[in-house]
């Protein structure tokens, strides 16, 4: 008999399903949280962009106001375009719609890890054993996911960080 063959056919406690199904569930919340975050702070920093970008030519073009009212207004419009321009720059750090692809297409990899897991799991109460190589293969799927997500993430982010500093 091979050395590996034992460790292959030995059944999986219920600690490691455990174990792997909290790995799995706390992957899927941090990329929930991450798209959630990435996506809400895109979408506020877009509307402080309109916002500003609406009111500059507004206070610009105020008419009927006496002297020193127009030089507030103008003021004012100087401090929206600031703003603006400020706002544009932080939305292109938020905004990355392939990362927030990514995150769902990696939480649904992740689920899928679950639902095998919930069928071996199943299977090898009511049938066989799960055995250590089963897990061994949803651990490294696992791992495949965490390591493409992240792989993901980096080069988006510097080739986003490249393009910006082309400009």
């Known amino acids: ?9 030995r059944p999986v406690t219920q600690e490691q399903i455990a174990a792997l199904r909290n790995c799995v ?14 996506k809400y702070s895109a979408a506020i920093v877009k ?15 105020w008419k009927g106001v006496d002297g020193k009212t ?3 207004l103008v003021n004012w419009a ?3 375009s600031a703003i603006a321009s400020g706002a ?3 939305y292109n750090f938020f905004d990355y719609k392939d990362l927030w692809a990514q995150y769902k297409v990696a939480r649904n990899e992740l689920a899928s890890i679950l639902a095998e897991l919930d069928y071996l799991k199943e299977s090898g109460l009511k049938n066989i ?4 190589q089963q897990m061994e293969i949803l651990f490294k799927k696992y791992i495949q996911v965490c390591t493409d997500t992240n792989s993901f993430y980096r080069e ?7 393009e910006g500093t082309k400009k």
């Not at 050395?3 to 292959?8: A, D, F, G, I, T």
């Not at 569930?25 to 990435?38: S, V």
């Open 1 to 9: 008999m091979q050395p590996n063959s034992e460790v292959e056919v």
């Open 25 to 38: 569930n706390r992957k899927i919340e941090e990329f929930n949280g991450k798209g959630r975050r990435n």
């Open 47 to 61: 509307v402080l962009i309109v916002a500003a970008s609406v009111a500059t030519p507004i206070l610009i073009g």
């Open 70 to 72: 127009v030089e507030q």
């Open 78 to 80: 100087l401090i929206t």
């Open 88 to 90: 544009t720059t932080l």
């Open 129 to 132: 054993n799960v055995t250590q």
């Open 156 to 162: 988006t982010r510097l080739a986003k960080d490249d």
